[in-house]
C-alpha cells in the first residue's frame, strides 16, 4: 500500500523550532518530486515547500523563505521539514505529498494525513 | 506569490455540469501547463483530479475534465453527483520556481 506517514509536530513557542519527517512506503520514493502542504485551520490550502528526486532542487514560498529547509533521505524512504523562526501564522496542518513526475511542480498524488503545528506562547 | 483566484462557490443540481475557474497571471496559469486541480472532502487530505491541465489520474472519473486558456484554466464536473461536494482547489507551477494554490471553490450539489 502507498503510503505517507507525517510526525514531528507539537505545540511551540513563537521563535521556537521544529523538524517535520515524513515516512514512506510501497513506492520508489527517490523516483517522484515531493512537498509539503499546510492548511491553517478552516483555510485554504498553502504550499509550503518542494524538493525534486535527488534533493538537487528545492524551493520555498515566500512565506517562509529563509526559515524552513526541504531536505529527503533517500535511503530512509523519508522526507523532512526543519522550521526555525516559527511564528503564531505557521500554526497549521502539514501535509507532505508526493508527485507524479520526478520533480516537485507537478501534480501531487499521494498525500499524507498530515502532522499538527501549533504556535502559541 | 499571490493566490490564485477561483470563485467562492459554485452549485448545481444533479445530472448538472459546473465548471470551475481558476485566474492567474502569465507567470503561472499562463506560463506553464503544470496546473492542477484537487477535491478535498471535510477533514479529509486532498484528492489530485487533474494533473498537466487536462491528465486524470489513474481511478479518477471521467466526468471531471481540465483545460486552460490564456491565464484561466477550468475544471468541468460533469453529470454532478452528491459525492462531488467538496472544496476544490487549482494548483499552478510559477516562475518563481515554486507553486502557487487557488483561493478554493465550494461546490454544492442542490
Known amino acids: 500500500e502507498v503510503q505517507l506517514v507525517e510526525s514531528g509536530g507539537g505545540v511551540v513557542r513563537p521563535g521556537g523550532s521544529l523538524r517535520l519527517s515524513c515516512a514512506a512506503s510501497?513506492?520508489?520514493?527517490?523516483?517522484?518530486?515531493m512537498s509539503w502542504v499546510r492548511q491553517a485551520p478552516g483555510k485554504g490550502l498553502e504550499w509550503v515547500s518542494g524538493i525534486n528526486w535527488n534533493g538537487g532542487s528545492t524551493g520555498y514560498a515566500d512565506s517562509v523563505k529563509g526559515r524552513f529547509t526541504i531536505s529527503r533521505d533517500n535511503a530512509k524512504n523519508s522526507l523532512y521539514l526543519q522550521m526555525n523562526s516559527l511564528r503564531a501564522e505557521d500554526t497549521a496542518l502539514y501535509h507532505c505529498a508526493t508527485t507524479v513526475n520526478t520533480d516537485y511542480y507537478y501534480g501531487m498524488d499521494v498525500w499524507g494525513q498530515g502532522t499538527t503545528v501549533t504556535v502559541s506562547s | 506569490q499571490s493566490a490564485l483566484t477561483q470563485p467562492a462557490s459554485v452549485s448545481g443540481s444533479p445530472g448538472q455540469s459546473i465548471t470551475i475557474s481558476c485566474t492567474g497571471t502569465s507567470s503561472d496559469v499562463g506560463g506553464y501547463n503544470f496546473v492542477s486541480w484537487y477535491q478535498q472532502h471535510p477533514d479529509k487530505a486532498p484528492k489530485l483530479m487533474i494533473y498537466d491541465v487536462s491528465n486524470r489520474p489513474s481511478g479518477v472519473s471521467n466526468r471531471f475534465s481540465g483545460s486552460k486558456s490564456g491565464s484561466t484554466a477550468s475544471l468541468t464536473i460533469s453529470g454532478l453527483q452528491a459525492e462531488d461536494e467538496a472544496d476544490y482547489y487549482c494548483s499552478s507551477y510559477t516562475s518563481s520556481s515554486t507553486n502557487v494554490f487557488g483561493t478554493g471553490t465550494k461546490v454544492t450539489v442542490l
Open positions: 510501497g513506492f520508489t520514493f527517490d523516483d517522484y518530486g
